[in-house]
């Protein structure tokens, strides 16, 4: 089974940082477009960064853009999600998919069947 693993969340004050880590094992996840997903309490799951296999496209949800950068680390065949001044609205479970034929903006809309067990992110004073 490809295996996708997200960690790195946890409870951080309004404006403050977190560093997501989408990390694949058994695959080459430079192969794939990779999207970080969230969902929040009582909402449905949403597209918030995605990234195509090259890294030379992304696309952002309105509400992260100029806060949250998305990018490759393939040394450590991984895809990192930078996430800055935080607002208490980010807090959700983040999710992280891979994608082998959709654009990154078509990913990030996109919903998917199967999914990981996630990071919880909880943005609160």
């Known amino acids: 089974q490809l295996q996708l693993v997200e960690s790195g969340g946890g409870l951080v004050q309004p404006g403050g940082s977190l560093r997501l880590s989408c990390a694949a094992s058994r695959f080459t996840l430079n192969y794939y477009g990779v999207g970080w997903f969230r969902q929040a309490p009582g909402k449905e799951r949403e597209g918030v960064a995605c990234?195509?296999?090259?890294?030379?496209?992304?696309y952002y949800a309105e509400s992260v853009k100029g806060r949250f950068t998305i990018s490759r680390d393939d040394a450590n065949n991984a895809v990192i999600l930078q996430m800055d001044n935080l607002k208490p609205e980010d807090t959700g479970i983040y999710y992280c998919?891979?994608?082998?034929?959709?654009?990154?903006?078509?990913?990030?809309?996109?919903?998917?069947?199967?999914w990981g067990q996630g990071t919880q992110v909880t943005v609160s004073q």
């Open positions: 998919q891979k994608e082998a034929y959709l654009g990154v903006q078509s990913m990030c809309r996109s919903e998917y069947a199967f």
């Open positions: 990234i195509n296999n090259s890294g030379g496209t992304t």
